[in-house]
């Protein structure tokens, strides 16, 4: 798969549109069906697969997270090996408790998705909690 290219007369008008929106929104990548786009970092797994465990890394996907650094040119994917890392780390929340994101940043490959990688306190019992950026 080509990276995409603003030279495509579709992302410039997307470029655009986008220029209008505030310089941070935070949101879940899928936040139309209100359920957030997580994968467990060691096997890629969603938590629809099985639950959480203690202390287990997440990769939560989002949009909206604003600048970040080095700058990324919009609507190109960012790239695999220089990481674009949020000027401002965003603030997690799971059931309530704040989580420090290991990384927060443009996930590689992608045109305006953001990554955020965080680890699940040692002691969080079993259950569903509320997920929040």
Not at 122 to 132: I, M, N, Q, R, V
Request: glycine share 10%.
């Amino acid at each position: 798969m080509r990276p995409a290219s603003p030279s495509n007369p579709a992302l410039r008008r997307a470029a655009r549109s986008l220029s209008k929106w505030p310089q941070r929104n935070p949101a879940f990548a899928d936040a139309s069906t209100g359920l957030a786009a997580v994968v467990y970092a060691s096997d890629g797994l969603s938590p629809w697969n099985r639950p959480a465990r203690a202390g287990e890394y997440l990769q939560i996907f989002a949009t909206g997270l604003g600048a970040v650094q080095p700058r990324a040119e919009t609507g190109e994917a960012a790239p695999p090996l220089v990481l674009s890392r949020t000027v401002a780390a965003p603030v997690i929340r799971i059931g309530g408790r704040s989580l420090s994101p290991i990384f927060s940043g443009l996930a590689p490959y992608f045109a305006g998705l953001y990554q955020i990688n965080v680890q699940l306190p040692a002691d969080l019992g079993p259950g569903p909690y509320e997920l929040s950026i």
